[in-house]
């Protein structure tokens, strides 16, 4: 009899590996699609060997130009002398390069009142696109102490 026949019984433990293949694929594409709209431009013209020392702050949410190029509690950052440090979580690393963006890039710093809580929206404009981020309230302290020092 050969190793490996064609009857259904012979099919079911390959069937696992082929879920966590295609699962995988699925996931890096849309990691890849995701990240060309908007998170590419600003890895590219802002790279970073490391990340800074630092208090990290978690975005609620995040997006880059338009809403396509959206991010639902995956970016990181941290504010620093220099600017702020993008990065996102490990699962979403694929594609995702982290960043600085210089504080003369930041347009607009304004606290909102949310049907549930408050936040810092913080909008960065210039040649590489648009970033626009949520931030929770806790960020204050941290945010205009480097913000101000600018």
Known sequence: MPPFSPHPENFWPVIPLFFVLFFFGIWTLV???VS???????????PVESQ???????APRSWFGSL????????????????????VLFLFRAF??????PWASVRRIEKQDGPFRQVYRLDIEDAAG???????ITIENDLFRYHRAV
Not at 36 to 46: E, L, M, V
Not at 52 to 58: F, K, N, T
Not at 68 to 87: C, E, H, M, P
Not at 130 to 136: A, D, F, G, T, Y
């Open 31 to 33: 990691c890849f699609l």
């Open 36 to 46: 060309r709209r908007g998170w590419r431009s600003f890895s590219s013209r802002y």
């Open 52 to 58: 800074p020392p630092g208090q990290a702050y978690s």
């Open 68 to 87: 396509l190029g959206s991010y639902k509690n995956a970016v990181r950052i941290v504010f620093t002398d220099a600017g702020i440090y993008f990065y």
């Open 96 to 101: 995702h390069p982290p960043f600085l963006v």
């Open 130 to 136: 648009e970033i626009h981020v949520l931030l929770p």
